[in-house]
């Protein structure tokens, strides 16, 4: 009997028409689709969310773009982890149905002047430390949603006050997508999975769980902020952008009026920057 089974491939799109042809393909019979933005490099957290993406819409769609307008001119966008081929052999593998891979000049041809700026969650933490970030975020992110039309798209809470930003654009510009936040999936020791954990050296790699720990014991009441952070720089973290307790919905300071609080960080372990949050 002939084989005539072939192996199910993923589809890819590099530009925007070739986006445009895979995803009216993938809507035939009024299909929803669920759209994960990454920048590649994708690990099982990455794949949780595409997993869930798929649980709630009929396809799922995956872009992977490292995105130089959220880098600063310092920072790791010339060395940040690419893996294209072994990104597209994972994201097969939990039945994702078409992967995005545009180039730079895709989403900002030369004439490409606009930006998106937030104030409300997106005010303090990763901005004291990354002023360029939010903007940098939003404005690709609200390029890839005109570009897919999900219907909905799921965000990493690893990244809890991008999580944040990204409900308000959505709500302040009436994208009329729904936003799905997707706990953190975490080592067996607690340490947040991240594609910039590969930076770690093995002593590093070591010594990099005891930040959940210190947040853990801070939320426990263990350790005050400020002890932990001692604690944490003696098991050698270097500078401590910041640990903070904030209203989870707001991202501001706690007040009577807080319904629910977030523990959140951010830190530096040899090069490597590292940041986690919990439910405090
Ligand atoms: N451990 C994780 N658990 C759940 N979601 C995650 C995890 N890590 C990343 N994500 C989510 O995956 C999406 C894409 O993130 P990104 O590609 O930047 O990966 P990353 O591992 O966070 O990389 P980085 O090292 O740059 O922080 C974001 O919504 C992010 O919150
Ligand atoms: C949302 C995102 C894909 C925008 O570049 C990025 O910030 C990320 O991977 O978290
Ligand atoms: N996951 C957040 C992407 C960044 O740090 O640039």
């Not at 872009?63 to 097969?92: C, K, M, W």
């Not at 409900?167 to 340490?191: H, N, Q, S």
Request: aromatic share 6%.
């Amino acid at each position: 009997m002939p084989d005539t089974a072939k192996p199910f491939e993923i589809a890819r799109a590099r530009t925007l028409p070739a986006l445009k042809a895979e995803l009216a393909a993938l809507r035939t019979g009024g299909a929803t689709i669920g759209f994960v933005p990454t920048m590649g490099a994708l690990h099982d957290g990455h794949l949780a969310l595409v997993r869930h993406a798929k649980s709630l819409c009929d396809k799922v769609v995956v872009s992977i773009f490292v995105n130089p307008l959220q880098f600063a001119p310092t920072e790791d966008l010339d060395r940040y982890p690419r893996d294209e081929a072994g990104d597209i052999a994972r994201l097969q593998s939990v039945g994702c149905d078409l992967v995005y891979l545009p180039t730079v000049d895709v989403l900002y041809p030369k004439n490409f002047v606009s930006r998106i700026e937030l104030a409300g969650p997106a005010l303090g933490l990763e901005t004291d430390f990354r002023p360029q970030f939010f903007s940098g975020v939003a404005t690709v992110v609200s390029k890839l949603f005109n570009q897919v039309r999900p219907d909905v798209a799921v965000f990493g809470e690893k990244d809890f006050q991008q999580l944040a930003v990204v409900r308000a654009m959505v709500r302040d510009f009436d994208m009329g997508i729904e936003i799905i936040g997707m706990p953190t999936v975490r080592e067996a020791d607690g340490l947040a999975l991240s594609s910039r954990n590969a930076y770690l050296s093995p002593e590093e790699r070591a010594i990099a769980p005891k930040l959940h720990q210190a947040l853990e014991a801070i939320r426990d009441g263990h350790l005050t902020i400020d002890t932990a952070k001692t604690e944490l720089q003696a098991a050698g973290f270097g500078q401590i952008d910041y640990i903070a307790l904030r209203d989870a919905d707001t991202l501001g300071e706690v007040t009577p009026e807080t319904t629910s609080r977030r523990l959140l960080a951010a830190l530096w372990l040899g090069k490597t920057r590292l940041i986690d949050n919990i439910p405090a």
